[in-house]
């Protein structure tokens, strides 16, 4: 549910070159105009089962998604790919993120 209320998700869209996600976000949407970075917060910041929506909707430019301290997956960062519309939804174990769903939109 959103920071706002419990009847909505909130959605967000941007088209920065740079996005840090906040506790009011749940959805951001993206319509990069070149390569795009997102922070997702620090997992041990939010509460265990959070989740993080980020969506692309430009096909031409890769997302690169970093959490501010942890892993995502086991790794650095994670992407969203380019070419394509695609998005992936995160959720943290209060330690790490996962992407816990993905979305692409040549598979759909």
Same mark, same amino acid.
């Given at each position: ?13 941007? /088209? @920065? =070159? #740079?996005? &840090?996600? %906040? ?9 990069? +105009? *070149?390569? $795009? ?19 692309? /909707? @430009? =096909? #031409?430019? &890769?997302? %690169? ?9 086991? +790794? *650095?960062? $994670? ?19 996962? /992407? ?9």
């Amino acid at each position: 549910m959103s920071g706002f209320d419990n009847t909505s998700f909130t959605v967000r869209s941007s /088209t @920065a =070159a #740079a996005e &840090t996600l %906040t506790n009011n976000d749940y959805v951001l949407l993206l319509t990069p +105009g *070149a390569a $795009t970075a997102v922070t997702l917060p620090s997992a041990a910041l939010v509460q265990p089962g959070r989740t993080y929506f980020v969506y692309k /909707t @430009a =096909a #031409a430019f &890769t997302v %690169t998604i970093t959490p501010a301290t942890g892993t995502v997956d086991g +790794g *650095a960062n $994670t992407t969203l790919l380019t070419g394509q519309v695609h998005a992936k939804r995160f959720i943290s174990d209060g330690t790490n993120w996962f /992407t816990i769903s993905e979305y692409d939109a040549l598979a759909a």
